[in-house]
């Protein structure tokens, strides 16, 4: 079983900064990519960035320039830094990763149990 632990989440000011880590753990044979998505109320949950296991990333347009993704393959961790934070990034935000537990098995999503962000209007 693979398990994703998410830390970082809190509350903040608009304007500030905050950033969020994902450690995996258990037993897989590698991480495909890995990406954070986020839930706020009432709204369907949606990716806000993600990064290949060769360091490519994609950004949600509402967040680029602000956010940026990083991993750390030996640690098995992804980063995501926020910046210029608004109201509008209030969501619990999901750490997400395309897992082989086995060579003889495709890669499969894990979820981590989410963190909060909450920005103030």
């Known amino acids: 079983q693979v398990q994703l632990v998410e830390s970082g989440g809190g509350l903040v000011q608009p304007g500030g900064s905050l950033r969020l880590s994902c450690a995996a753990s258990?037993?897989?044979?590698?991480?495909?990519?890995m990406a954070w998505y986020r839930q706020a109320p009432g709204k369907e949950r949606e990716l806000v960035a993600d990064?290949?296991?060769?360091?490519?990333?994609n950004y949600a347009d509402s967040v680029k320039g602000r956010f940026t993704i990083s991993r750390d393959n030996a640690k098995n961790t992804v980063n995501l830094q926020m910046n210029s934070l608004k109201p509008e990034d209030t969501a619990v935000y999901y750490c997400?990763?395309?897992?082989?537990?086995?060579?003889?098995?495709?890669?499969?999503?894990?979820w981590g149990q989410g963190t909060q962000v909450t920005v103030p209007s």
């Open positions: 997400n990763a395309l897992v082989r537990t086995s060579w003889f098995r495709s890669a499969y999503g894990f």
């Open positions: 258990g037993t897989f044979v590698m991480i495909n990519s």
């Open positions: 990064i290949a296991s060769g360091d490519s990333t």
